[in-house]
């Protein structure tokens, strides 16, 4: 997502003394709480790929992404770009064939798989097996060459993940008279056919809210979007009868992020004809990271107004699917710790609390998928941008996937600072996965009614990148696989839960 400011953070500095993280407690108070299946009544369900990822086309095609923290002062050194430009630096394409990527994002299936952004909005499909271009036909600015597709295609097979995507809506996508047309998609649809895979969902284009600084044509507003996507429904409805057409992706509404908004909502669902979704999409990040000047600090990151940020900005768009598409499904299709690539605790373990209470609050509210981003780029990435090794996130990503099933229950509410989410366990009709996170600076009781098995995340200090499960730290195998998950029994009664912990708890025996 683009940010329109032009100011550059060449450096920055966290100074965590005398910080104090979540709520405080008076020491030695140890705050008590129940455990009541009785009292969880049953309040919705999500997809089974509820919890999903992005991988941006700007990683499958290699192109400017943003620069890691560590490395602005050095990559602006040996660089001439000024302004927002440089925050960015250029990236290789990902290797989508690479075992330990296939093996970590296996591990979270099943799941949809995001290739999309703000570059798969002026990207060229050379359709054929020849050398790639030079450079990008008039009216397209990137291209997308067979054998990234195809290694996008063979990557969702193996991680048993549903691709979704957008198509560009540059220049390029109109004819003389200006209307849009199907080439592109067309050749798209028929080379993912034609190698056996096929595409889930798909939305017209990215972020039409930020239409200006997506490569949409100049002047592009409200009515063009419902022109467009008129035609490319008609278009779809009978070249991929299977492909969901969702949208419309818009993001920052609602008082969430600063100003730059080119089309609000009621402008893109407004025009004639207007727009109908199969799914309605949305994206939201709570703030803007520093790269981009934004002002959110680590204090911040387990407080109460900034955890449930994310059930502000679901509230505005739910109101508008309301609005204009009652009924429809509601998909987040990209989100993350904060726009321009996160903020430098996004890859620590502080962003855990974040990440996991952004997944309980959104299937509570009737959210059936919330696509992260990214899988494996800058700080707000579940992977290590060079190793590809696990960060806090993908640990709470991978708890979540083992054990919290489709049914979403009403856990209740327990003491303030410590947030309960239930679930059916995975796989188990009768099971229950309870996720109990205490944000608070003091350690606090859980009573549970009977036998469980515990899966109590804690680290050293909030902004490291070691996670333990069960005071063991977490990290693959000399192979690069997966470890063994073990939980530990615990018996009926209370819980210690320490301080900034996060536990699982799986119910077999209700």
């Avoid at 097979?157 to 809506?169: A, D, Q, R």
């Avoid at 100003?259 to 207007?274: E, F, K």
């Avoid at 549970?448 to 902004?463: F, K, M, S, V």
């Avoid at 990290?475 to 009926?492: F, H, M, N, R």
């Amino acid at each position: 997502m683009k940010i329109t400011h032009f100011h550059v953070l060449l450096a920055f500095a966290i100074d965590i003394t005398n910080l104090s993280f979540g709520q405080n407690i008076p020491a030695g108070k140890s705050l008590q709480n129940k455990i009541d299946f009785k009292k969880m009544p049953l309040i919705g369900k999500v997809d089974e790929r509820f919890q999903s990822f992005n991988v941006e086309m700007c990683e499958v095609i290699g192109g400017d992404f943003w620069i890691l923290y560590n490395l602005i002062d050095s990559v602006k050194k040996h660089s001439d770009k000024k302004g927002f430009a440089a925050l960015k630096w250029k990236i290789e394409p990902i290797n989508l064939y690479e075992q330990k990527l296939r093996n970590l994002a296996s591990a979270l299936g099943p799941t949809y798989v995001r290739v999309s952004g703000t570059w798969a909005n002026a990207v060229y499909f050379q359709n054929n097996d020849e050398a790639s271009l030079a450079s990008a036909p008039e009216g397209f600015k990137n291209i997308l060459t067979r054998q990234q597709w195809k290694g996008v295609i063979d990557f969702c097979k193996t991680v048993n993940g549903k691709l979704v995507t957008s198509f560009p809506i540059s220049d390029g996508m109109k004819d003389k008279n200006g209307n849009w047309k199907p080439d592109q998609v067309q050749s798209i649809l028929d080379y993912t056919k034609s190698i056996g895979g096929e595409i889930a969902a798909a939305e017209l284009f990215n972020e039409p809210s930020h239409a200006s600084h997506g490569d949409a044509p100049k002047g592009y507003n409200g009515a063009n979007f419902a022109q467009d996507f008129a035609a490319f429904k008609t278009f779809a409805t009978t070249a991929a009868p299977e492909m969901k057409i969702i949208g419309p992706g818009s993001t920052g509404e609602g008082g969430i992020l600063p100003s730059g908004l080119d089309i609000s909502i009621d402008q893109l669902l407004l025009g004639s004809p207007n727009p109908k979704f199969e799914v309605f999409t949305y994206h939201y990040y709570g703030n803007v990271s520093q790269r981009c000047m934004g002002g959110q600090k680590p204090a911040d990151a387990l407080s109460a107004a900034w955890l449930s940020r994310t059930e502000k900005g679901l509230e505005f768009y739910q109101n508008a699917r309301d609005k204009y598409v009652p009924g429809a499904p509601i998909w987040l299709t990209e989100t993350a710790e904060s726009a321009c690539g996160g903020n430098p605790w996004a890859a620590t373990y502080i962003d855990s609390f974040r990440y996991l209470e952004q997944l309980g609050r959104l299937a509570k509210k009737g959210v059936q998928v919330v696509m992260h981003n990214t899988l494996a780029r800058s700080e707000y990435g579940l992977l290590d941008h060079d190793t590809h090794n696990p960060r806090p996130n993908y640990w709470s990503a991978l708890l979540w996937n083992k054990f919290m099933g489709t049914q979403v229950f009403d856990g209740g509410s327990l003491t303030p600072g410590v947030d309960i989410f239930a679930h059916n366990l995975k796989n188990s009709t009768d099971g229950k996965a309870i996720l109990i996170l205490n944000t608070n600076d003091s350690a606090t009781q859980i009573t549970i009614p009977t036998g469980a098995e515990q899966y109590l995340l804690t680290a050293d200090e909030l902004l490291t990148k070691k996670v333990k499960l069960n005071g063991t730290e977490l990290a693959l195998t000399p192979k690069d696989e997966i470890p063994v998950i073990k939980g530990k029994k615990v018996k009926p009664g209370k819980l210690e839960m320490p301080a900034h912990s996060i536990m699982f708890l799986t119910f077999r025996k209700m």
